[in-house]
């Protein structure tokens, strides 16, 4: 069955419907492309067939591209995967061209049909590269529906002619957000950028109204117009000059060049704007070549989407057991943490019961929700219906009695195991039998949490990240005595509440914690050896991350950060190796610098809270002596992060490395371009890994030892994924 079916009415519309069966949404693929161009030739060949309506069969129009094509791409091509893949994006950007031609003559530019786009909902990607090579493009009134080109997100560029379509229509510096960002946005704001024409009650009707009546310079695009002229100017027009420099200083400054596919891009974009249209195409198509031949960009591809949609499907969830969706969830706390989990809780449709001590504190952690859906509604993306139902659905209470019913409880009180102790054994008292009790530690061993508890196999760990309505990772942490339900249990909710869970073992600091600790310490170490404190934070931020290690220990309090290293420290005795970090931390603290919530921390602040560069008080303090190379710095922050993931995997604390690449990204925004550590050992190459470390553990010490499993993948020859792939085959 064919994913394109088309009528055509009384009136000599053709109406070409999008409707991929068994999904919730329409994805393009290989046979789709050649579907849709039989249908658009039988009616372009056609004489009684006067205009095309193209549309969708669902609630939305297309959330994209299945990137599995690009892989079968590759495969088809043998021994020229380049060429493959080249020359299947030229036949993608033929059949958009046709469409956008409709057979008009090529001297005249008239005798063409008109072909509208009646988009009833979202339209992402290639569900917005195909309409723009449509005529006129019409979208439902729909607040909720999201339209525009997410590509960069996961490493690589609208290559359908998005690209090109978009900077001609828009102008570089009016396509940049779309672009370079992967800003989305709903119709009405999308009709004022210029990304869609018109905002209809129903498209379909306003498209098949337009078709009828359009006449030959409704379907001229600008760009095949003669005497056009680019929005802004080309980059060799006095006015396009100041925009080109200006974007690529833009973009290295927000990327300080980590990020292959915006390099791409904005090669294609620049050379493209200096060329006619159809070869501006070839260039966006071998720009696009280029960029999936690039191993970030399948790294990204994998981890962000394949791995990452996998997860969020249950990839590892425990077989046989039924389905497990939270009914009622009890919240222990209402802090900064518990107010977060049940505002999402209750915004994806859960009966929340929220305890504190008091009833004040209680109502703060309600009005917390109640601050988020006020500026939803600020931003017209909440109704005032909806925020009404959402805070319904939260009781706040000191009652424990009102847990009663609940099948999930999650505490998230004080980090203190007598208090969690203490609430566990209440708590119990009172929950059903087989209620489900979360703990959201963030450091402390659930196994040892779990001794609190009368039903261990009913005890488990969900760890959320600050704050809890941005943060997508949630880490589920199987204690020693975790039963499957418990873990299919917290495995549902998350998926109810719309994030990505990865499942872990017990173990000190989890997975997550444990890699960002030492990344956090390595630059501490660096700035005790008198290393200049901007090179570690330009170094980090050049690699890829989003905060570089002191402005990343400022923004999660520099007093949480003595604490954790005094409980390590008790913990671990003689085996503790982390004075040189804690030397820096505590002289920080005992000058009552607490990060940015103190206003003051590694970097200084003004009066508002804004970072107006690093404390001088630290260089005066610590820097000195010559200084580090860039490499070097780069080096130590990477390996003292990649090492721990290793070591994870290694003690079966991380029990797939899908779950490494991807929770490292979203948890703590690890280097998105490598698409994780796992991956960016498989593109370095395992061998190199090991030489780095080797001569980091010669000068620097044991914390850089390289882990025999890591010396394992690399005296194989092969990587990471290939080990783990050999592995699912043999089970």
């Known amino acids: 069955m064919s994913d394109f079916t088309m009528k055509t009415d009384a009136d000599g519309v053709a109406i070409i419907t999008w409707d991929v069966a068994d999904k919730s949404m329409n994805v393009m693929n290989q046979q789709g492309f050649a579907d849709l161009?039989?249908?658009?030739?039988?009616?372009?060949?056609?004489?009684?067939?006067?205009?095309?309506?193209?549309?969708?069969?669902?609630?939305?129009?297309?959330?994209?591209?299945?990137?599995?094509?690009?892989?079968?791409?590759?495969?088809?091509?043998?021994?020229?995967?380049?060429?493959?893949?080249?020359?299947?994006?030229?036949?993608?950007?033929?059949l958009l061209r046709k469409i956008e031609r409709a057979g008009m003559d090529p001297k005249t530019n008239k005798g063409g049909k008109p072909v509208a786009a009646a988009l009833p909902g979202t339209a992402l990607g290639i569900g917005l590269e195909i309409p723009l090579a449509c005529h006129r493009i019409f979208v439902a009134d729909n607040p909720k529906a999201k339209i525009g080109l997410p590509e960069i997100k996961v490493g690589i560029f609208p290559g359908a002619g998005g690209t090109t379509r978009l900077v001609r229509k828009l102008g570089a510096m009016g396509a940049a957000p779309f672009l370079v960002e992967g800003k989305l946005m709903e119709p009405a704001k999308a009709k004022s950028a210029g990304l869609v024409d018109e905002v209809v009650a129903d498209p379909l009707a306003a498209a098949r109204e337009w078709v009828l009546s359009a006449k030959d310079a409704d379907i001229l695009k600008p760009w095949d117009a003669k005497g056009y002229k680019m929005p802004g100017g080309t980059p060799y027009h006095p006015a396009g000059f100041m925009t080109f420099v200006g974007a690529a200083a833009m973009i290295n400054g927000k990327t300080k060049g980590a990020y292959p596919a915006v390099k791409a891009l904005l090669g294609a974009v620049y050379e493209g704007a200096m060329v006619p249209f159809d070869t501006a195409l070839k260039i966006e198509a071998r720009w696009f070549t280029n960029i999936l031949m690039n191993p970030s960009s399948e790294a990204m591809i994998r981890?962000?989407?394949?791995?990452?949609?996998?997860?969020?499907?249950?990839?590892?969830?425990?077989?046989?057991?039924?389905?497990?969706?939270?009914?009622?969830?009890?919240?222990?706390?209402?802090?900064?943490?518990?107010?977060?989990?049940?505002?999402?809780?209750?915004?994806?449709?859960?009966?929340?019961?929220?305890?504190?001590?008091?009833?004040?504190?209680?109502?703060?952690?309600?009005?917390?929700?109640?601050?988020?859906?006020?500026?939803?509604?600020?931003?017209?993306?909440?109704?005032?219906?909806?925020?009404?139902?959402?805070?319904?659905?939260?009781?706040?209470?000191?009652?424990?009695?009102?847990?009663?019913?609940?099948?999930l409880i999650v505490e998230a009180v004080f980090e203190d195991p007598q208090v969690k102790a203490e609430?566990?054994?209440?708590?119990?008292?009172?929950?059903?039998?087989?209620?489900?009790?979360?703990?959201?530690?963030?450091?402390?061993?659930?196994?040892?949490?779990?001794?609190?508890?009368?039903?261990?196999?009913?005890?488990?760990?969900?760890?959320?990240?600050?704050?809890?309505?941005?943060?997508?990772?949630?880490?589920?942490?199987?204690?020693?005595?975790?039963g499957d339900r418990a873990v299919a249990k917290a495995l549902d909710f998350v998926r109810q509440i719309r994030k990505t869970p990865i499942v872990v073992n017990d173990a000190r600091f989890f997975y997550a914690n444990r890699c960002i600790i030492p990344y956090i310490n390595e630059g501490m170490r660096m700035v005790k050896e008198g290393v200049e404190p901007a090179l570690i934070e330009n170094a980090a931020k050049m690699l890829g991350f989003p905060l570089g290690p002191l402005q990343l220990n400022d923004e999660t309090s520099i007093d949480l950060g003595v604490k954790i290293a005094k409980a390590t420290r008790a913990a671990m005795g003689d085996a503790y190796d982390n004075d040189e970090a804690d030397e820096v931390l505590f002289w920080l603290f005992d000058q009552g610098r607490l990060g940015r919530k103190s206003k003051s921390g590694f970097y200084a602040y003004d009066d508002a809270g804004k970072r107006t560069g690093i404390w001088e008080g630290l260089r005066e303090k610590f820097t000195g002596g010559d200084q580090p190379q860039l490499t070097e710095v780069q080096h130590r922050l990477m390996m003292a992060q990649v090492l721990e993931a290793v070591r994870a995997l290694e003690e079966n604390v991380l029990m797939d490395i899908r779950e490494g690449d991807v929770g490292a990204i979203l948890g703590w925004g690890f280097a998105p371009w490598s698409g994780g550590p796992f991956s960016w050992l498989d593109i370095i190459g395992a061998q190199q890994a090991v030489d780095i470390c080797d001569d980091l553990s010669r000068r620097h010490g044991p914390r850089f030892t390289v882990p025999d499993l890591l010396k394992e993948v690399a005296a194989s020859g092969k990587g990471f994924y290939a080990r783990a792939d050999a592995q699912r085959s043999a089970a």
Do not use: W
């Open 303 to 407: 981890s962000l989407f394949i791995n990452k949609e996998a997860l969020e499907k249950g990839a590892n969830r425990p077989e046989g057991v039924a389905d497990q969706r939270v009914r009622k969830l009890g919240v222990l706390g209402a802090g900064m943490m518990g107010a977060g989990i049940a505002y999402v809780a209750a915004n994806a449709g859960i009966e929340v019961v929220l305890i504190d001590q008091d009833q004040a504190a209680a109502d703060r952690g309600k009005s917390y929700s109640e601050g988020i859906l006020d500026k939803g509604i600020s931003r017209k993306k909440v109704t005032a219906e909806g925020k009404t139902q959402v805070l319904d659905r939260i009781t706040a209470t000191t009652e424990i009695e009102a847990l009663k019913g609940c099948d």
């Open 37 to 94: 161009e039989a249908l658009f030739d039988q009616a372009f060949a056609d004489d009684a067939v006067k205009g095309i309506v193209l549309t969708s069969g669902k609630d939305s129009f297309a959330g994209g591209m299945d990137l599995n094509i690009i892989a079968k791409m590759k495969q088809s091509a043998g021994d020229q995967p380049a060429r493959g893949l080249f020359d299947g994006i030229m036949q993608i950007h033929q």
């Open 423 to 482: 609430i566990t054994a209440r708590v119990e008292a009172v929950i059903p039998e087989d209620c489900i009790f979360a703990s959201n530690t963030s450091t402390l061993p659930i196994t040892s949490l779990a001794k609190a508890s009368s039903r261990p196999e009913q005890f488990i760990g969900i760890h959320f990240f600050s704050p809890v309505d941005k943060m997508l990772l949630v880490e589920i942490i199987r204690g020693k005595q975790t």
